[in-house]
């Protein structure tokens, strides 16, 4: 085959299937909203014939030491060296790992590298795909930043926020969930960046999974309103407006039963405070999905979400909910219609919502149906096609030797 039947070749390759490097310190079974995402995407990408080379730590019930192990059919595995991330339990930070991953990336040369998180594996995985000359995507999943200030930290405001403006300005696109979160990153001088949004699993969070058995469980009768929240049961989630919330519900609905499902270092103090709440623990999967399903009104009171998957995760389930209009809830949510809005920072206002809505059952009803058509369209097959069309597009963008 002449030259130019080489480049032909190289330049067709990447518009039929692509060949992409998925490097993440989170990933299932790993309970959190990146590890689910990143989990999804993965998925998604195998099922439309891509092949996918998943670099991440091997997690705490795996062991320590570097592993190539088989993968599942589609998807090749590099479990790399990690240690465990204060604060989360089960979580691991990956440890650097320039020198294998530029060892691999040459003999098996991926057409675009997707660096899912910022840490150190994600940083010597930016700097391999550069030296590589390999197209890179980054993906900004979390607000770091505004994380340093509910663990005493707020001094490394600044210092997160350069390294993460350095980190994603190395890559040719970095991908957010919200066109709000676009905006605020081309403000704070991030170059390149674009909206590929999340889906969520109508089939697996559906009303229909409401359970008279596990709502008796919680100590309610048929009538009494299940308050529910899900997520990390930590300081930078606000858990101290959902226990005022609760308590002007519980003012108005004395039989109210606070029911949360998942887990984190603030849970010990709030067990201490709310102990006639129902602290659940994590769920997973139809679990999960009968927790969301069983409630009547969600609460979700974060302000340091990039996206939120809970929120379009109570809205499939056919909860109204409560937040901020911020992230998710600025997305899916329309003030009345599938919950109630309240301006960041107004407690007042979130406060009002709550009690309103759980003082208005024909309400919620009305809002149950809306909330659930909002994000029936929502399906993760239409997600995973925008991804793979801006991989293409970077891939494009980059020169031939970039590509296989």
Request: glycine fraction near 10%; aromatic fraction near 10%; charge should be positive.
């Given at each position: 085959m002449d030259r130019a039947g080489l480049v032909c070749q190289e330049i067709a390759h990447p518009l039929t299937y692509l060949r992409v490097a998925v490097v993440t310190e989170t990933y299932p079974p790993e309970i959190n909203g990146v590890a689910m995402t990143t989990g999804r995407m993965v998925d998604g990408?195998?099922?439309?014939?891509?092949?996918?080379?998943?670099?991440?730590?091997?997690?705490?019930?795996?062991?320590?030491?570097?592993?190539?192990?088989?993968?599942a059919e589609g998807v090749e595995e590099m479990l790399s060296r990690g240690i465990p991330l204060p604060r989360y339990a089960n979580l691991q930070l990956g440890l650097p790992a320039r020198k294998v991953l530029?060892?691999?990336?040459?003999?098996?040369?991926?057409?675009v590298v997707q660096v899912v998180t910022e840490g150190p594996l994600g940083w010597s995985a930016l700097t391999a795909a550069r030296k590589l000359r390999l197209p890179v995507i980054s993906e900004f999943h979390t607000n770091f930043h505004r994380y340093s200030g509910h663990y005493g930290?707020?001094?490394?405001?600044?210092?997160?926020?350069?390294?993460?403006?350095?980190?994603h300005n190395r890559a040719d696109l970095t991908l957010v969930?919200?066109?709000?979160?676009c905006g605020e990153l081309a403000e704070q001088g991030i170059a390149?960046?674009?909206?590929v949004s999340r889906g969520v699993d109508t089939t697996l969070f559906d009303p229909a999974r409401r359970s008279a058995s596990l709502r008796r469980?919680?100590?309610l009768a048929p009538d009494d309103l299940a308050v529910v929240y899900v997520g990390r049961i930590a300081p930078e989630k606000n858990l101290a407006l959902l226990e005022k919330a609760f308590e002007a519900i519980r003012a108005h609905q004395p039989r109210a039963r606070l029911i949360l499902v998942g887990s984190g270092p603030a849970q010990q103090a709030l067990q201490a405070r709310q102990p006639a709440a129902v602290?659940?623990?994590?769920?997973?999967?139809?679990?999960l999905a009968e927790h969301y399903a069983s409630g009547d009104l969600f609460l979700f009171p974060s302000l340091t979400e990039t996206y939120g998957n809970v929120v379009a995760e109570a809205l499939a389930s056919g909860l109204p909910v409560v937040a901020y209009r911020d992230a998710a809830a600025q997305e899916l949510i329309e003030h009345r219609v599938q919950g109630w809005l309240a301006e960041p920072g107004d407690e007042a206002a979130f406060i009002a919502g709550a009690v309103a809505l759980a003082d208005a059952p024909e309400l919620r009803a009305r809002q149950r149906l809306a909330a659930r058509e909002r994000v029936a369209s929502l399906a993760w097959q239409a997600i995973v096609?925008?991804?793979v069309t801006l991989q293409r597009q970077v891939i494009l963008s980059s020169p031939v030797t970039a590509r296989r």
């Open positions: 990408l195998v099922a439309a014939g891509h092949r996918v080379d998943l670099i991440r730590p091997r997690q705490a019930h795996e062991g320590g030491a570097i592993q190539l192990p088989d993968g530029l060892r691999r990336w040459s003999t098996q040369r991926p057409d930290v707020g001094w490394l405001k600044r210092p997160i926020a350069a390294y993460l403006r350095k980190f969930p919200t066109r709000a979160l390149r960046v674009d909206v469980s919680w100590g602290f659940c623990g994590s769920r997973t999967g139809a679990f096609e925008r991804l």
